[in-house]
């Protein structure tokens, strides 16, 4: 089995930070890319930023410049530094993976989410 968890979400004021970390459990040879996702009520889950194994790295253009997004290989985790907040950030933020196992080449899986408000 393969799990991922998701930690750090909360309650933040405008123009504040919040670090999200997720952690990758279970039966893993190779993690090869690894994102987060988030979505409000009434609109489609959208990619936020994502991290490919060499460290190639994509964000949306809503976040580009205030998120960063990093992995460490070794403890199978990816983590989502999120700086400047906005109201328009609040959603739930979910962690995806592509992972190999022992008898796959590559499966997703996704986290259950944290909440990240943004409010004054």
């Known amino acids: 089995q393969v799990q991922l968890v998701e930690s750090g979400g909360g309650l933040v004021h405008p123009g504040g930070s919040l670090r999200l970390s997720c952690a990758a459990s279970?039966?893993?040879?190779?993690?090869?890319?690894m994102g987060w996702y988030r979505q409000t009520p009434g609109k489609q889950r959208e990619l936020v930023a994502a991290?490919?194994?060499?460290?190639?790295?994509n964000y949306a253009d809503s976040v580009k410049g205030r998120f960063t997004i990093s992995r460490d290989n070794a403890k199978n985790m990816v983590y989502l530094q999120m700086n400047s907040l906005k109201p328009e950030d609040t959603a739930v933020y979910s962690c995806?993976?592509?992972?190999?196992?022992?008898?796959?080449?590559?499966?997703?899986?996704w986290g259950q989410g944290t909440q990240v408000t943004v409010s004054s």
């Open positions: 995806s993976a592509d992972i190999r196992g022992y008898s796959d080449y590559g499966t997703i899986y």
């Open positions: 279970g039966s893993i040879l190779t993690i090869y890319a």
């Open positions: 991290i490919t194994m060499g460290g190639t790295t």
